[in-house]
Every structure is written in C-alpha cells, then in structure tokens.
C-alpha cells in the first residue's frame, strides 16, 4: 500500500470490475460449441480482414495527422498567453464532449458535396464525402483532442527552463523545440499518440455519418461490427474481440515500455560528498580533501586555458523599471567584477537576472502623448505625475534597458529586444536543469554545436572542459546517473563553455550539501580566476558572498539599498538584510549629539559609540550595529550599567555553532516593532535551561552602549 488508506482498495477493484466484468461476459457469450476453427473462419473472413486493415491504416493516418496537427496545438497552448486562450482551448477540445454523430454532421456540411468548403472542391473534382480520406479525417476530428490534451498535459508539467537555459546557450527556438522540447515531453507525446490511435481505431458515429459503409472503401472494423449485430451475433462478438486484442497489445506494449516512464533527471540535488568520488582532479576540492588516486580520475586535470573566441570582460549595464513588480533600479557592474546580489524574497533579484538574459516578458511602450497645461501638474511620489484634474498619480512608464560592452541588448523604448540566444549570456541556476536524454559531454555540447560547430568538434572540447573542471570521468553519464554535485559541475562546465560574455549565477549552492557546495564554490572560484568574467551573483549564503564576490548589491522592495564592496557590506551593514545575513543586529534612524542613533519612527533612542566621528553629525541618517553575542538575557527589566534594553518575545531558538541563537520581535506599538524588528541573542545551552527559554516567552534583551557601534549610511 505504502502510505495508502486501505480504504481506497474498494472504488478502485470496483472500476477495474467494471471495466473487466463487460469484456468477460461478451467472451462468455461466444458460442464455441462448433469449435474453434468456426471462429477463425469470422475472423478470416474478406469482409472482416478488410475492415481490420483498412480500420489499422486509417487510424495510423489519422494518428500522424493529430500528431502534425496536434502537437502545434499543444505548445501554443501551453507555452504562448494570447487573448482568448481559455475560448481556442474549449474549441480545440470541443470533440471529447460532442456525439461522435454530431462531429460526423458537421464534417459533412463542411467538406460533402454541397458543404462549405466541399463545394468548391467539387468543381476541382474532388470528392471527399464517403471516401477512405472522409474515414482518415472523421477518425481525425476525434481523436485530435486525445493528443492535444495529453502533450499539453506534460508540457504544463515539464520545467519550462530546460528551454530557457538552452536558449541562453544559443540555441535557436527550432533547435530547442527538436534537442530539448520534444525529448523532454516523448513520453507524454507517444502517450498522447497511442490514446489517439485507440480513439481512432474505435471511431464508429462519426465515420458512419460522413464515409457511410462501403465495404472496403470506408466499412472500417467498428462499422463491420454493427452490420454483422443484427446479421451473425457470434460473428460481431468475434470481431469485437478482436477488437479489443488489438487495442490492448498497442497500449500495453507502449505504456509498459520505455515511454511509459520517466527517469530521474538528478539523483540526489542535495547529495553527500560520497556521490561525488571519482569526480577527479585537484581543481574543485575543498582543503582538506583526499586527492582521488590517478586511476580513479583518469589522469591530472589540464590547464584551463581560454577558448580563441575569448574577448576581454565587459562592462554590464541594467535599467529596470516595472511597476506591476514593484522593481525600480539602476545597476552597472564593471568589466571582469563578481556582484552579489542580496536580498528577501520578492525584492526584485530574480527580475534582474531575467532582464539580462532576456527571458523577462515585456513589452515596448510608445512615446506619452504630451499632457496640456490644464492637465499638468506637480509630481507625485517617486516622481510619478498626477493624473488629470484628479491629481491621482500616474504610474512611471516601465522601462527595460540592458546593455553589455557598450552594445543594447534591450531597450523598450525602441522596442528593441535581442533574443537570448544571441546575448552571449550563461545562466546558472539552483538545479543544474542537465538535458535527461544527452549524457554529460552532449549537454556540454548542447552550445556550440548550437552554434554551428560539427559534433565531433563539439564533444571533443566538452570532454576537454569536463577534464579541465576535474569531471572528466563523468563524460558518458547521463544525469540520472549523477548525484546532485557532480550534476552542478557539469552544468557550470556547460555554461562556461560557450564562453558567455556575462555569468549569471542563480543561487547555484543552495540545494547541495554543504561539502558538494564547498567544492562547486571552489570550481566557480577557480574558473573567475582563470578566466574573469562579468558575473552577476544570486545567493542568500554568507560563504558565497565573501568567497566569490567583489562588489554586494542589497535589494528590498525593487530598489537598491545598499552597495559597496561585499566585505564592507557584511562587515558594517546598512540594510536589516545584510545585517541579518551577516549575523549582526541593525536598527535605523538618525546620529544624535551624544553620539547615538534615535530610530525611525517611535523616537526611541539607542546609546552607542559613534564608529567613525569625522563623518557623521547629528541628523544624518546613520545605523546602530551590535552583535549577538553582546546581547544579554533577563527576565526582569535590567537595572545597572546596560543602557539599551528592549522587551521582546521569544519567536524561536536554534543551533548556532556551539551555542543557540534566540531570536525575539520587540513589544510595543506598531511603530515601534517595525522600527526595530526581530533582534537575535546568542547563548550558551545552559544558559537556555537556566532561562527556561521557549517561543512565546516574554524576555528583556540588553546590551550595553560600549557595545553598539553607530556609522552613517550615505
């Protein structure tokens, strides 16, 4: 059962019942008192041999005409949004809910002699009512919804990034809808085919409506079945076993094979180190980790060297303003410089990452029509104009403009847009989105055979890669047979393959282990220092930051926050986030006189030191900082030395190194909680019983003056 309900058994042996039972007792009813060879006679009769061939033939053809036709309507409807969508996908589906006899009418008004489009045929000499093409199209009309839904189906289902990764790698939409698109979605497509061709093979309402019944023209099996009913009983019976046969050998022999499952496209994202041995070579292990023997990594790993399409780093220009995402900013990174990219969820990163691939949907806007003076007025917020006579605020026209060594790869206000495939840009992503069907050194491939180079060509350089990364053993492994860091460093060898202009990097350690994470951290390190590239960092891990970073990017809310250079950042933070990821406590407001900071909002006032007094007057916008550890816990109001006390509630307590770290949100009015927040103290575990710390418990959290360090923020 493995995790099933017993109860579950009874519906599920009743539809089974019901299905079966109807089958056994039309067997039962055959009549075998003459023995068997009367019925081999049915069977073998030129009237039923016609009808079994002529119904395989045309259902074949009907089922190559659902999957030239059906397959278009499938991706349309599952990877394009357009008006009307919900209308074009009843209509395509309209068949599964229409009398067969219906579809055959309509069919007949259509293309028989005196239909809409048949009467013009007609004058051409051609007839198509009552024909065998009248059984291929009628089988068609109602078996093409079987394929659409199915392929739809898996469509919705399947990661629609595998096709933009490949895109990024410079394939063209073709390209990525034959090598990526259709292998992905195979079984959902032959799965759709053989329900098609099932539909077909028993198609009998609207066959009989638009091609009538001539014996080997259009009297297709079912047909057959009917006239004989009322003729020969046992010969019907006969045939509808046959039937029946037919139907399950093709769907059993197609959904008990190889298309009938999946395979796993990772074994493991999180997998242990262990499944990472044999990877092979110095480059990409953590210190401290035992060299694999030379006969285990397939001789020493070569010296990366640059391809000879390699230019120098470029500089990286971003402008993104959308409203309905709430994302407004301005970013440039320097030619060659790693920036990391922080922030909460929801603050815009993913919207940034998007636009420079060129992933991000958008659409160009034309110029506004000049306002009249009476209309005019003074700006609103964030310099949003107000609306006419209202004084509402219009929002701020959206803008994409992304720029690369100087050449526009977006600009909405020209209505300009250079397809991914053509940007020059590798993407990194959590997943390492490996094509499941191509082994390693095909996937390695996938680009530059994208762009034009021979096959042999191709995996040969992807096999040098691998060796140059230290995962030259992994080259014929397909990526169910990889565990979830080898898988990584073949998708980071992937993506630096083509030698993109710019690396986006898309918090690509998150889902391993945190051994597989310090070896794949040691490989991107590795490969910025041989080959410096313009790269754009994604993570919320601290370890990524100050081992990969050069320069830290805080987002909230769609803007820019914070930005200077990552030690700096996680060293004497400005934003809660940086401080939080940093594991340091921040409050914000204004430097006072005595060297304080009075906090946004209530009007509280925090003591501290004043970090650097040269630069900082009081009114400046300036931030407090103290760490954990500084913090200490009571359970009365504290009295004596400690300036700075706040009562909070515990909101949780967890495992920090060797001591626990609790975290608590001040009490109080509204505003004095957002200004403040949650704070977060460490403390021994005995200090934790002493305490009797749990959620939901009301502490006090004091810290001393000497202990706060106050720094301006411009």
Known sequence: ???????????????????????????????????????????TSPTATDALWLSVRTSLVATVCCVLLGAPMALVLARTTFPGQRVARALVLLPLVLPPVVGGIALLYTFGRRGLIGQHLSVLGIEVAFTTTAVVMAQTFVALPFLVLSLEGSLRTHDARYEEVAATLGASPTTVLRRVTLPLVLPGLVSGAVLAFARALGEFGATITFAGALQGVTQTLPLEIYLQRSADPDAAVALSLLLVVVAVIVTAAVHGGPFGRTDPQVRGAGSSAEGDRGLGGVRGLAAGDQVPAESDRGGPPRTPRASPSASEPVTLGVRVRLAERGVDLDLTVEPGQVVAILGPNGA???????????????????????????????????????????????????????????EILTDTSRGLSVPPRRRGVGWLTQRPLLFGHLDAADNVAFGLRARGVPRR??????????????????????????????????????????????????????????????????????????????????????????????????????????????????????????????????????????????????????????????????????????????????????????????????????????????????????????????????????????????????????????????????
């Open 348 to 406: 815009g990163k993913s919207t940034v990452l998007q636009a420079v691939t060129g992933l991000l949907p958008h659409r160009a806007h034309p110029p506004r029509r000049a306002r009249s003076r009476r209309d005019a007025g003074s700006p609103g917020p964030d310099g949003a104009a107000p609306g006419p006579r209202t004084g509402a605020p219009v929002p701020a026209r959206d803008e994409l403009r992304v720029t690369v060594g100087g």
């Open 457 to 714: 060509a191709a995996r040969s350089e992807a096999r040098e890669r691998l060796d140059e990364l230290g995962a030259g053993p992994l080259t014929a492994r397909r990526p169910g047979a990889l565990s979830g860091g080898q898988a990584q460093r073949v998708s980071i060898t992937r993506a630096l393959a083509t030698d993109p202009r710019v690396l986006l990097l898309d918090e690509p350690l998150a889902s391993l282990d945190v051994g597989v994470a310090q070896q794949v951290r040691r490989v991107l390190h590795d490969a910025q220092r041989d080959r410096p590239r313009t790269t754009l960092l994604v993570t919320h891990d601290l370890l990524d930051v100050l081992l990969l970073a050069d320069r830290a990017v805080v987002l909230e809310g769609g803007r820019v926050v914070e930005d200077g250079p990552a030690r700096e950042v996680l060293t004497r933070p400005r934003s809660r986030f940086a401080a939080r990821l940093a594991g340091i406590n921040l409050l914000a407001g204004v430097a006072t006189e005595d060297g304080g900071l009075l906090l946004d909002g209530p009007g509280l006032a925090v003591a501290g030191v004043v970090a650097d007094a040269t630069s900082l007057v009081a009114g400046d916008p300036a931030v407090a900082v103290f760490a954990p550890r500084a913090v200490a816990i009571h359970r009365d109001a504290p009295s004596g030395s400690p300036r700075n006390a706040f009562a909070v509630t515990i909101t949780s307590i967890e495992p920090h190194g060797q001591l626990f770290r609790a975290w608590g949100e001040v009490t109080g009015p509204r505003e004095v909680r957002d200004a403040v927040g949650h704070l977060a103290a460490d403390l021994t575990p005995r200090s934790v019983a002493d305490l009797r710390l749990a959620p939901d418990e009301h502490v006090w959290f004091a810290v001393k003056a000497a202990e706060v360090q106050v720094y301006g923020t411009r």
């Open 1 to 43: 059962m493995r995790g099933l309900p017993r109860w579950v058994l009874a519906p599920a042996l009743l539809g089974a019942l019901f299905v079966v039972v109807p089958v056994v007792a039309m067997v039962a009813r055959l009549d075998v008192s003459g023995g068997l060879g009367g019925i081999w006679d049915l069977l």
